[in-house]
């Protein structure tokens, strides 16, 4: 019971972090090597491009008198920068395509929570103020029951 008005923002973006580095669509893009699959959770301005960042989660309460559900929702952001090839905003597409298809499953265990649903809000894409950088942004949005 001491867990139970807990906020599952850490174990819920450590799975999301284990669903996009396992999606090899997307890890084919932003891969750097072997250890660094290009997805993050903090970035600093010698990050390579092109990698896609877990940022800016936000809850609100769902409670009843017999449960506790936290409605969570994470965004998603993708970076891309054209560099010898004009590829457009076509990577970050692809990107937030492949991104979303792994955050999509319903197959999430989080230690001390259920995730009840998992629900796409929304995603858009645009031409960051630094040149040639293309910017993407995909939110969900998971309902999560404390036990």
Known sequence: MSNYYALPFFELQKVIFQKLTACEALTNITRKDELDLGVYDAVDENTPYPYVTISEPYTSPFDTKTSNIETV????????????????????????????????????????????????????????????????????????QII
């Open 73 to 144: 929702t994470f965004t998603m952001h993708a970076w891309w920068m054209d560099n010898d090839e004009y590829s457009g905003k076509r990577k970050v597409y692809e990107m937030l395509s492949a991104s979303q298809q792994a955050l999509m499953g319903r197959n999430y265990s989080i230690p001390g929570a259920n995730v009840l649903s998992v629900t796409r809000r929304d995603s858009h894409v645009f031409d960051d103020n630094s040149p040639g950088v293309k910017h993407g942004i995909l939110t969900i949005q998971y309902k999560v």
